[in-house]
Structures are given as structure tokens and as C-alpha cells.
């Protein structure tokens, strides 16, 4: 989770967020070396007193800084695609998680076992356990197995909502009357925090999502005890 004066990104809970972070390091890295070179010639601009009187065109200097950006630009392009269709990419999913969106709170479904079901809301602050993180914590956790391949399935039934987990790089509009899927790879266990990111009313900011990865075999004893009950 996001902690006091953090600027960076999450650290990544999946692949697909790890692959993320270095697109964003690849970027900012050429952000970096073309407004240090411009710059640069900015400063020997207004710093310099050459003059030339005779100085109507530069075609090579014209098409020098033509031909680069667009090269610059390829090598931002290509990897982005990349992961524009990796991001896509549906694979055999294990688990199907289907997350519905309410003012203000969200109704989770695991479609693949029977009658699992619940709806997950926020703990009030005066309700929190000493250990529990402010607008942040939930009554009923979604509980989800690492190392699995799991496919998330996002509606709302009112407005449009957004379920958001950083860590996971997911970030899925729910929209009434559609249905939204992707996928994601938990690759480590833990507790995952993401919130709404479409403003959606009055308590916008107070319908949380907190994940919970878990071994497989964790998981099945999870769903079994539900499905007892």
C-alpha cells in the first residue's frame, strides 16, 4: 500500500505491474536526457553572443530534428503497445471473481463455487481495530490464491465506479448494464488496498477494496468453510 510521503509507484504484486513500473523508468528516463539536452541549448542560447548575418535555412539541422523525435518516439511506442496487448491478454483463468459496484460499496460473486457471496464495506473509524488503516479497511476482505491466473468480471448497479488495486496494476470501470473482465497474476502473498477511482457521489472515498492473497490450499479451506456455512 501507499505509505506517508511515498511519490514512487507500489511496490508490484503481479507481473503485469512489474512490467508497468519499467515502461515507467523507460519513459521518464527519455523525459530526462531530452529536457536536459534542451536545456542545455536553451541556456548556450541567451548565454552566447554569436550572431550569424547570413543565416536564411539548415536543412540537415531541420532534418536532424525531425528524424530524431519520431526515433525517439518509436522507442517509447513499441514497448507500450507491448504492453497495451499484454495488459489484454486473457489467459485459462483458475478463480472468477465478479465485483459489483453500489453507492458506496462493493458486492463481490465467486461464480465458480456455490452461494460465495457478500458485500464488502467500509469499517467506520470509530469501529477500526488499533492495528486497522483508516478508510482503508473493509468488514469482508476479498480472499484470492497467489500464483493462480484470476479473471475479474466489473459491473455497477447505479453509477459508474472504477475497482482499482495498484499493486496489482488493475484498474477496471464498472459501468451499469455492461460487463468489464481482465485478468491478473498475484505473485507474492499479502494484503493488497486499492479504492473507487471514478467520482461516483457523496462517499466516493469511502468504498475500499482490500484483497487478501493467500496459498492455494489456504484458499480452498476458505471456500470450503463458506460453502459449509
Known amino acids: 500500500m501507499s505509505t506517508w510521503a511515498n511519490l514512487g509507484l507500489q511496490d508490484s504484486a503481479s507481473p503485469l505491474m512489474e512490467q508497468l513500473i519499467f515502461f515507467h523508468d523507460h519513459a521518464l528516463l527519455i523525459l530526462v536526457m531530452i529536457t536536459m539536452l534542451v536545456g542545455y541549448l536553451m541556456f548556450m542560447l541567451f548565454f552566447n553572443n554569436y550572431v550569424n548575418r547570413f543565416l536564411l535555412h539548415g536543412q540537415l539541422i531541420e532534418m536532424i530534428w525531425t528524424i530524431l523525435p519520431a526515433i525517439i518516439l518509436l522507442f517509447i511506442a513499441l514497448p507500450s503497445l507491448r504492453l497495451l496487448y499484454l495488459l489484454d491478454e486473457i ?32 469499517i467506520p473509524t470509530n469501529e477500526l481495530m488499533t492495528d486497522g488503516f483508516r ?19 466489473v459491473t455497477a448497479a447505479d453509477v459508474i465506479h472504477s475497482w482499482t488495486v495498484p499493486a496489482l496494476g488493475v484498474k477496471v470501470d464498472g459501468t451499469p448494464g455492461r460487463l468489464n473482465q481482465t485478468n491478473f497474476f498475484i505473485n507474492r502473498p499479502g494484503l493488497f488496498y486499492g479504492q473507487c477511482s471514478e467520482i461516483c457521489g457523496a462517499n466516493h472515498s469511502f468504498m475500499p477494496i482490500v484483497i487478501e492473497s493467500v496459498p492455494v490450499n489456504y484458499f480452498i479451506k476458505w471456500i470450503s468453510s463458506n460453502n459449509s456455512s
Do not use: A, C
Not at 478508510?135 to 468480471?153: A, E, G, K, T
Open 91 to 122: 489467459n485459462e483463468p483458475s478463480v472468477t471473481l465478479k465485483s459489483i459496484g453500489h453507492q458506496w460499496y462493493w458486492s463481490y460473486e465467486y461464480s465458480d463455487f456455490n452461494n460465495i457471496e457478500f458485500d464488502s464495506y467500509m
Open 135 to 153: 478508510l482503508l479497511d473493509v468488514d469482508n476482505r476479498v480472499v484470492l490464491p497467489m500464483n493462480s491466473q484470476i479473471r475479474i468480471l
